[in-house]
């Protein structure tokens, strides 16, 4: 079955430190690769993307996601973690030749000062 | 450009009741979604449209039905409301080029 797992309910870590939210999948072919943030009372906001290429992906507000085929994974990073980075989280991955997105259940980062 | 809208913005139904829950956009995007957002679960995918006039199942369709008459619009109704249907639910379209989603500000529905 298609799906997405993010491993951590909830990630806390200082301000200044690098943080990472973790993300895999479970999908047949080639994924698209999403991350979004939703903040509170909030819809979804993009964050970045994977479609094919670098493996290194960089998006808005200074994060950044690895893809790694391997071990299917697509793991959120930011070098030096805000207080305003404090959110819920989601990882999403649309399958090929599908128009199916489908999400992971979130982890809500806290980043405390 | 009002991107996504969604209508109404809340909503408290009594069991067994039914209304349909409004999505309009202005973007010109072929795939529209909606999801239901529930605490721990995440979003989870109800229904799908890949284009208009055509609807596809997600994760949790059992309980709704949806109605794609054309580009702009996915509605999503509830034939008899059951409080286990007590959520916020969310709209959104994706692009095949552009391959990002835009999502609604949400609807927040209670059933008592």
């Known amino acids: 079955a298609q799906s997405v797992a993010q491993p951590e309910d909830q990630v806390n870590v200082a301000e200044g430190n690098p943080l990472t939210v973790k993300c895999t999948y479970s999908v047949s072919g080639n994924p698209y690769l999403f991350w979004y943030v939703q903040y509170p009372n909030r819809g979804l906001q993009f964050l970045l993307k994977?479609?094919?290429?670098?493996?290194l992906v960089k998006g808005s507000y200074g994060f950044e996601a690895e893809f790694n085929k391997s071990q299917t994974s697509f793991h959120l990073k930011k070098p030096s973690a805000l207080v305003s980075d404090s959110a819920l989280y989601f990882c999403a991955v649309r399958v090929v030749n599908t128009d199916k997105l489908i999400f992971g259940t979130g982890t809500r980062l806290q980043v405390f000062p | 450009n009002a991107g996504v809208t969604q209508t109404p913005k809340f909503q408290v139904l009594k069991t067994g009741q039914s209304m349909t829950l409004q999505c309009a956009q202005d973007m010109n995007h072929n795939s529209m979604y909606w999801y239901r957002q529930d605490p721990g679960m995440g979003l989870r995918l109800i229904y799908y449209?890949?284009?208009?006039?055509?609807?596809d199942k997600g994760e949790v369709p059992n309980g709704y039905n949806v109605s794609r008459l054309n580009k702009r619009e996915f509605s999503l109704r509830l034939e008899s409301a059951a409080p286990s249907q007590t959520s916020v639910y969310f709209c959104a379209t994706l692009t095949y080029s552009n391959t990002e989603a835009f999502f609604g500000q949400g609807t927040r529905l209670t059933v008592v």
């Open positions: 449209s890949a284009s208009e006039g055509t609807t």
């Open positions: 994977y479609i094919t290429g670098d493996n």
